[in-house]
């Protein structure tokens, strides 16, 4: 999930495993959310996007929820893979011209 | 093919320095964004235009300079301001502001 300071947060998953990762969002004004994968040393990839009128959208062996009563967030990964490895990020349109992103969340796959 | 690149992949500026990060698409969008990020941290803003011959702050842009003359350019100048400019400029742009963005692959820059 989302947090202040020099540490992202991190999350090992076994190899083959799911895993979910979350992030609590700010604005409940916020109508567009996105999720990015950013491995080291390159700029974020576009993963899967979803509008605030939707609770669930899939795509290839990922799925986003979104929770908006407690204003939450998640994105869950499908049989974990070691290209799966990397810090992932979420993103909210908060109404403005720009997207707000979240500290983001480290994943790392053990074999 | 189409898309969005930066150049270099990597700068070394001396102490004092200006120095330019360029940013290019092609994708024919028509907001651009300049971000940066720190080591194990998230992304924060610049600055970003959402159409040519205009630009406006982020959250971070002390020390920063801009320009956004032609649609498909929009270059960084890190001014002799930035007390630490040290860090990794990601550049952006999408179809229209607010929606998904396109990231080019980064720009590491180092003071020496």
């Known amino acids: 999930g989302e947090s202040v300071g020099l540490h992202l947060p991190t999350l090992s998953v076994q190899e083959g495993d799911n895993s979910i990762i979350n992030c609590a969002y700010s604005n409940s004004a916020s109508d567009y959310f996105i999720w990015y994968k950013q491995e080291s040393g390159k700029g974020p990839q576009f993963i899967i996007d979803?509008?605030?009128?939707?609770d669930k959208r899939q795509g290839q062996r990922v799925t986003v929820l979104l929770n908006k009563t407690v204003k939450h967030l998640s994105l869950q990964i499908a049989a974990t893979q070691p290209g799966d490895s990397a810090v992932y990020f979420c993103a909210e349109n908060q109404g403005a011209q720009k997207l707000v992103f979240g500290q983001g969340t480290r994943l790392t796959i053990n074999p | 093919d189409g898309g969005i690149t930066q150049s270099p992949k990597y700068l070394f500026r001396k102490e004092g320095q200006n120095v330019t990060l360029s940013c290019e698409q092609n994708?024919?969008?028509?907001?651009m964004y300049w971000y940066r990020q720190d080591p194990g941290q998230g992304l924060r803003l610049i600055y970003y235009?959402?159409?040519?011959?205009?630009?406006q702050k982020g959250d971070i842009a002390e020390g920063y300079s801009v320009s956004r003359e032609k649609k498909e350019s929009f270059p960084l100048t890190v001014t002799s301001a930035q007390k630490n400019p040290t860090a990794f400029y990601l550049c952006?742009?999408?179809?229209?502001?607010?929606?998904?963005?396109?990231f080019g692959s980064g720009t590491r820059l180092t003071v020496v």
């Open positions: 952006a742009s999408s179809s229209t502001p607010g929606n998904g963005y396109t």
């Open positions: 994708l024919n969008h028509d907001a």
């Open positions: 235009s959402q159409i040519v011959n205009d630009f």
């Open positions: 979803i509008r605030s009128n939707m």
